[in-house]
């Protein structure tokens, strides 16, 4: 019969036990699943919105996203964002690589519709007096707004965005709009114009 001594293989245990509670734990990347991200974009849309148009209005949204006038080849961080993260504005650009749709439902705390480009043709191709007929359509709207894509940091405390919207033939403006999450709510930190008509 074999007599196991008690000691040393206490003594190992405790050894090993010390030298795994010395060993640096690895921290998990929580990578959001594509139901957190929209929610995310969902939320920074919303928070746009609201600091954007503030009293409830129709909005009325270009079906796909853009990001600005430009497209995205010829984008580049607007220096009056200086609280803007590299990795922020990078990954803008990764997820504005083209047109996107919209989610036909979302909750921006606003009543909003999609406009397609044919509705758009509709509107504006076969009338002369096409803001007229739009705003007869849609008569809370500021207008035809377009967004792009969020462009996020990887902890999802920062957020970039493009929104531009036309009012009428000659006026309109479009932003570059740095939000931040404070709280657990988006707040804009700062902007930039693109563009003004």
């Not at 010829?74 to 690589?97: H, I, K, M, V, Y």
């Not at 007929?133 to 957020?159: D, E, H, K, L, M």
Request: net charge negative.
């Amino acid at each position: 019969m074999i007599k196991f001594r008690k000691l040393p293989l206490a003594g190992l245990s405790l050894l090993i036990l010390l030298l795994a509670s010395c060993t640096p734990a690895s921290t998990p990347t929580l990578t959001p699943t594509k139901v957190d991200l929209a929610a995310e974009e969902e939320a920074v849309y919303a928070a746009l919105f609201e600091e954007m148009y503030g009293e409830p209005r129709m909005l009325v949204l270009m079906f796909e996203t853009s990001p600005g006038i430009e497209g995205i080849d010829g984008w580049e961080a607007p220096p009056a964002l200086s609280s803007l993260e590299p990795e922020t504005a990078d990954n803008f650009r990764l997820r504005n690589d083209a047109a996107y749709p919209l989610p036909l439902k979302m909750e921006l705390g606003l009543p909003y519709v999609l406009l397609t480009p044919e509705e758009m043709n509709q509107i504006f191709d076969v009338n002369t007096s096409g803001w007229d007929v739009f705003y007869t359509r849609y008569p809370n709207s500021p207008g035809i707004s377009t967004v792009s894509r969020v462009g996020f940091n990887t902890q999802f405390t920062q957020a970039l965005v493009y929104i531009g919207t036309m009012s009428h033939w000659l006026a309109g403006a479009g932003y570059t709009v740095l939000l931040e999450k404070s709280s657990g709510t988006w707040e804009i930190l700062q902007q930039s114009m693109t563009w003004i008509s």
